[in-house]
């Protein structure tokens, strides 16, 4: 999640008159925020059916296929279910997907559907007729922080650096990352703006894949890169790439967060579940228990480690809060960067 000194941030972003999180807190979530997992007793465990299905809005292999999965396999572990269906739609950062769930799946118990930043910024750029309204977040699961890398002979050397030389002329700053208006790429735009520079002046160079990323960086066309560790976790530990900056709160993987470097922002990547808008609150209650249950399962705790996702949890009306600011400000940065679907 991005900060941006939050309450003068919102107050910002109001002026502008966009449309945020306009789903209703349901009255069961408005009692569900409870203090950190490792605080809390073991969650019980909820029989939600002998069968449940997960639909996951982008194609098999990818980051929400991966998590959807794992969380399948968990619930099965934990007792919430004897099987799982999985349906993938992919396209067009989770938009089809989400339409074809909130056609097909709005009010069915036994059906989850999985998303996170990617589709809030989808739904920010596209505007599509069917948005994030129609389906309830159950539970925010990991967070997967960018890490802003540069090549191993660069002059840049800190996050200072990189911002200095956004503040002097950001056109001569080029900077790499996934797809237009993706995560990265608002990412980028945060960054330019709280690094002092027009975020409308961002040389942004597109990509498919972390691999083109990174022959981007090494061949001189950007001068830094964006995007998740284990894109680049090859070529750092071959030092043929420095990492400079994560954009969380403190440091992971043993690089310094933007935030600790004095430039104060912070976003993650993060994976959620979500329900159906027609799904009754006692059973958005027993969904949530069962996916709180699920996470403690060893099963999804050894997936964590294998990918270096950080576990997340987030329920209820903190969680609303969360994608609420998160679509706000990917509205705004879809604004300022004059980007079009």
């Given at each position: ?19 945020t ?21 073991k ?11 997960i ?10 296929d991966?998590?959807?999965r ?13 099987e ?11 938009t089809i ?5 909130a056609?097909k ?6 059906t ?6 990617v ?15 129609r ?34 002329n950001?056109k ?8 237009a208006g ?6 980028a ?14 040389v942004y160079?597109?990509?498919?894949g ?5 022959q981007?960086?090494?061949g ?34 043993g690089i ?5 470097q004095?430039?104060d ?8 579940v979500?329900t ?5 609150e006692a ?18 705790q ?7 996702w ?31 679907a």
């Amino acid at each position: 999640m991005l900060t941006i000194k939050r309450r003068a941030a919102l107050g910002g972003l109001a002026g502008l008159g966009l449309a945020t999180w306009g789903g209703a807190i349901p009255a069961w979530a408005q009692t569900a925020a409870k203090p950190p997992a490792a605080a809390q007793p073991k969650a019980r465990v909820v029989k939600l059916a002998p069968k449940l299905r997960i639909v996951i809005p982008a194609n098999a292999g990818g980051g929400w296929d991966q998590t959807g999965r794992a969380l399948g396999t968990a619930l099965v572990g934990a007792g919430a279910t004897d099987e799982i269906e999985y349906e993938n739609k992919g396209g067009k950062g989770g938009t089809i997907g989400l339409a074809y769930y909130a056609e097909k799946y709005n009010g069915d118990a036994n059906t989850l559907l999985m998303g996170g930043m990617v589709m809030v910024g989808a739904v920010a750029l596209q505007k599509p007729a069917v948005d994030m309204t129609r389906i309830r977040p159950i539970a925010r699961l990991t967070s997967d922080y960018l890490v802003v890398v540069v090549a191993a002979n660069s002059p840049v050397r800190t996050i200072a650096d990189l911002a200095g030389r956004m503040r002097a002329n950001p056109k001569d700053v080029p900077i790499a990352g996934g797809s237009a208006g993706g995560v990265d790429h608002v990412f980028a735009g945060v960054f330019t703006r709280a690094a002092g520079s027009k975020p409308e002046e961002l040389v942004y160079l597109p990509f498919a894949g972390g691999a083109e990323v990174v022959q981007a960086v090494l061949g001189g066309k950007a001068t830094a890169g964006i995007s998740g560790y284990s894109e680049f976790a090859d070529e750092l530990a071959s030092g043929k790439l420095r990492a400079i900056g994560v954009s969380s709160k403190r440091t992971v993987f043993g690089i310094p967060s933007i935030r600790e470097q004095g430039v104060d922002v912070d976003m993650a990547n993060w994976r959620g579940v979500f329900t159906g808008q027609n799904v009754a609150e006692a059973r958005q209650a027993e969904m949530l228990e069962a996916v709180k249950a699920a996470t403690g399962h060893e099963s999804w705790q050894k997936t964590l480690k294998q990918n270096h996702w950080e576990s997340s949890l987030l329920s209820g009306p903190s969680l609303a809060s969360f994608i609420d600011f998160d679509l706000t400000t990917s509205r705004v940065m879809v604004h300022l960067l004059k980007l079009k679907a």
